[in-house]
C-alpha cells in the first residue's frame, strides 16, 4: 500500500516540474502525458480508489479509466521521445494510424474482458480475483502495451547512452532502465498466467518502470532549459 501512494507522488513531484512550461503554452505534450501517467497511479492507489469505486455505477469502473489514462500518458511520451530522437517510423508506430491500432486494440480488449468478468470486489486491477484466468489475462495485456511503447523506443534510447553530451546521456540512461523494467513486467505479467503471486513482484517493478521513465523526461525538460539560458546568456 505505501508503495504505491509512493509512486504517486513522487511522479506527481517530477510532472509539477513541467507546470510552467505548460502554464506558458511550451511542452504540453509531455506536460499532458506526465498528467496522465500521474492520474492512472493515482487512481489506483487504495483510499482514492475506494472512494470513487463506492461512486462509481459499475464496480471497479475506475480501473478501466486508469488504463485509459495510462495509455493515453504513454502514447503521448512515446510520441515526444520519437520525435525527439527524430525517428518518424517509430512516431508513426505509436501514434500514427499503426500506433493508433494497437492503443485501441488492447483497450477495447481490456474492456471485453472487464465486462465478462462480472467481479463486484472492489480492488484495482481485479486483484482479489486473480484466482480468475481471465483476470490474470486482463492485467497481463495491461502490460502489453507499455511494452510495445517500450520496445519501439528502445533502441534509439540505447544510442544516447553513448552520447557525448551529459544530458543525453543521463535521459538516456533514466529512459533505458525504465522501458528495460516495462519489458520486464510484461514478462511477469506473463508468469502471472501461470503463476498468479508473481502479480505483486510485478506491481512494483511497474511503478518503479514509471518512475525511471518520469526522471529522464525530466533531465531532457532540465536540460532543455539550460540550453535555452545559456544561448540567452550569450547572446545578451
Known amino acids: 500500500m505505501l508503495t504505491g501512494y509512493l509512486i504517486a507522488v513522487v511522479l ?13 503554452g511550451r511542452n504540453m505534450l509531455i506536460a ?19 472512494a470513487l469505486d463506492r461512486f462509481s455505477p459499475i464496480p471497479n469502473l475506475v480501473d478501466l479509466v486508469a488504463k485509459l489514462a495510462l495509455f493515453t500518458g504513454l502514447l503521448l511520451a512515446g510520441t515526444q521521445v520519437a520525435r525527439a530522437w527524430r525517428t518518424p517510423e517509430t512516431q508513426r508506430r505509436i501514434s500514427g494510424l499503426p500506433g493508433v491500432l494497437v492503443f485501441l486494440g ?46 519501439l523506443l528502445l533502441p534509439h534510447v540505447r544510442k544516447g547512452l553513448s552520447s557525448s553530451q551529459g544530458a543525453t546521456k543521463a535521459t538516456s540512461r533514466f529512459l533505458f532502465v525504465g522501458f528495460v523494467l516495462a519489458g520486464v513486467r510484461f514478462v511477469l505479467g506473463l508468469v502471472t498466467l501461470l503463476l498468479p503471486a508473481t502479480y505483486y513482484v510485478g506491481q512494483v517493478v511497474s ?7 518520469a526522471l529522464g523526461l525530466a533531465t531532457a525538460f532540465f536540460a532543455r532549459i539550460g540550453r535555452q539560458r545559456a544561448a540567452q546568456r550569450q547572446y545578451s
Open 12 to 24: 506527481a513531484a517530477l510532472a509539477l516540474t513541467r507546470l510552467p512550461g505548460a502554464i506558458r
Open 106 to 151: 488492447v483497450f477495447v480488449a481490456e474492456v471485453v474482458i472487464f465486462a465478462v468478468v462480472h467481479t463486484t470486489s472492489s480492488a484495482p486491477d481485479l486483484a482479489d480475483n486473480l484466482s480468475s484466468p481471465l483476470v490474470r489475462l486482463y492485467s497481463t495485456l495491461a502490460t502489453a502495451y507499455p511494452a510495445y511503447i517500450a520496445a
Open 32 to 50: 499532458l502525458s506526465a498528467a496522465a501517467i500521474v492520474l492512472a497511479f493515482a487512481l489506483i492507489t487504495p483510499d482514492v480508489y475506494a
Open 207 to 213: 511503478g518503479v518502470a514509471a518512475i525511471f521513465v
